[in-house]
């Protein structure tokens, strides 16, 4: 079963826009998130994070937001640059990471 | 070296033949993950090491997969008898403590095996 999940195989977002990943997950014991970013043939880099004590996050132009009576979280990108486009996965932290499926972002010049 | 580090980044093999796959994690974190990620799906976790404690081989796929860390570093990551669904990028990912206490995960850039 799949604990984190994002919804949404890909976005298309106009360079300057803001874009908007998301994500949801099931269980409420996960306390630390992370957002990954993912370039083809490449492995992929830790982006940012959020504790569960937390409900935003910023570093720079990227920010996460948790709700955690919604269990969803996102991540924020603005302004979208053409090298944001990439695969983001979301994780969830306990005895190990659990990765959702990914969102492609797609940044149009 | 400065990061985690697999190799082969490449591996074409025919079908029931044996792998191995390497992981180099960054020096002095305790915990590795393998994980691996098919064609158009998600990154799947396989198995988990921390410290001297015994591995987490609950996602591994098959008794075919096994895994060993020598001296708390290197992994070893062994596929038996391949099979053409075996066939993915497989990534390993080092972290300086174990995940629960909050921690993000180092990758490698994936062995990208193919069976032919």
């Known amino acids: 079963d799949q604990q984190v999940k994002q919804n949404s195989p890909s976005l298309s977002v106009q360079e300057g826009r803001i874009s908007i990943l998301n994500c949801d997950y099931t269980?409420?014991?996960?306390?630390?998130f992370l957002w990954y970013k993912k370039y083809p043939a490449e492995g992929p880099t830790f982006l940012i994070s959020?504790?569960?004590?937390?409900d935003k996050n910023e570093d720079g132009r990227f920010t996460v937001f948790l709700n955690k009576s919604a269990k969803h979280l996102s991540l924020h990108i603005v302004p979208s640059q053409p090298g944001d486009s990439a695969v983001y996965f979301c994780a969830a932290s306990a005895d190990q990471f659990y990765f959702g499926t990914g969102t492609s972002l797609t940044v149009i010049p | 070296g400065a990061g985690v580090s697999q190799s082969p980044s490449n591996k074409v093999t025919e079908k029931g033949k044996d792998v191995e796959l390497r992981c180099d994690p960054i020096?002095?974190?305790?915990?590795l993950y393998w994980y691996r990620q098919s064609l158009g799906q998600g990154l799947e976790f396989l198995i988990y090491f921390q410290g001297n404690s015994a591995p987490d081989k609950s996602g591994l796929p098959s008794d075919r997969f096994s895994a060993e860390r020598t001296g708390g570093s290197v992994s070893t990551l062994t596929i038996q008898r391949t099979q053409q669904e075996d066939s993915a990028v497989y990534l390993c990912a080092s972290s300086r403590i174990r995940a629960r206490l909050g921690t993000e995960a180092f990758f490698g850039q994936g062995t990208r095996l193919t069976v032919v």
């Open positions: 020096s002095g974190h305790t915990a």
């Open positions: 959020i504790s569960s004590i937390k």
């Open positions: 269980n409420s014991m996960f306390d630390y």
